[in-house]
């Protein structure tokens, strides 16, 4: 290449201005990481020691029905076919993945007409207690098995028409 350029009234090689602004280009990044400024986006996760570990539908006005859970373990979807006036439940297995007790909190969303009540179903899951028209907090010890340790009890109201309801529910670690 024995092209030249005019610049500021010189004539200068092409490959000087080339060598000229790859220099000038690489002095403003090594500028930026030495007075420890960090630009761009970073990506991070968080979470949680309580978690899902299974979960499945029940009861006798269930004719076809899902229930999915996120890949996190912290989000699940519940949804069931039922009759005007049914209920049906959702039973949860939850895990503590963490080594100390926790105190975790229920947050459920579904259609207006419905009513949820939550329980517990043994000795594991200890003190639910509704917190709000759609919140539950409650206790989780160390030591759980796959059993069922929550139920969400799902009633569709009677002047409510027959067809598909979902709810979603979310399992958030909250502070004692």
């Given at each position: 290449m024995r092209g030249k350029v005019r610049i500021f009234g010189k004539?200068?090689?092409?490959?000087?201005?080339?060598?000229?602004?790859?220099?000038?280009?690489?002095?403003?990044?090594?500028?930026?990481?030495?007075?420890?400024?960090?630009?761009?986006?970073?990506?991070a996760t968080a979470s949680q020691a309580l978690l899902i570990s299974a979960g499945a539908l029940s009861g006798p006005a269930v004719d076809a029905g899902l229930f999915t859970m996120s890949d996190e373990g912290t989000k699940f979807t519940a949804g069931?076919?039922?009759?005007?006036?049914?209920?049906?439940?959702?039973?949860?297995?939850?895990?503590?993945?963490?080594?100390?007790?926790?105190?975790?909190?229920?947050?459920?969303?579904?259609?207006?007409?419905?009513?949820?009540?939550?329980?517990?179903?043994?000795?594991?899951?200890?003190?639910?207690?509704?917190?709000?028209?759609?919140?539950?907090?409650?206790?989780?010890?160390?030591?759980?098995d796959t059993a069922p340790d929550m139920r969400i009890t799902v009633a569709l109201a009677d002047d409510m028409p027959p067809g598909f309801y979902a709810i979603d529910g979310t399992l958030k670690q909250v502070a004692q």
């Open positions: 004539r200068l090689p092409v490959w000087m201005v080339g060598a000229g602004l790859i220099l000038a280009t690489s002095g403003a990044a090594v500028g930026v990481v030495l007075t420890g400024q960090v630009t761009g986006v970073i990506t069931v076919e039922i009759n005007t006036g049914d209920r049906f439940n959702v039973d949860l297995a939850l895990a503590n993945a963490s080594d100390e007790e926790l105190t975790g909190e229920l947050v459920l969303v579904g259609p207006s007409g419905i009513t949820l009540q939550v329980r517990e179903m043994d000795d594991i899951t200890q003190n639910i207690v509704r917190t709000g028209p759609f919140t539950w907090k409650f206790r989780l010890p160390v030591a759980t």
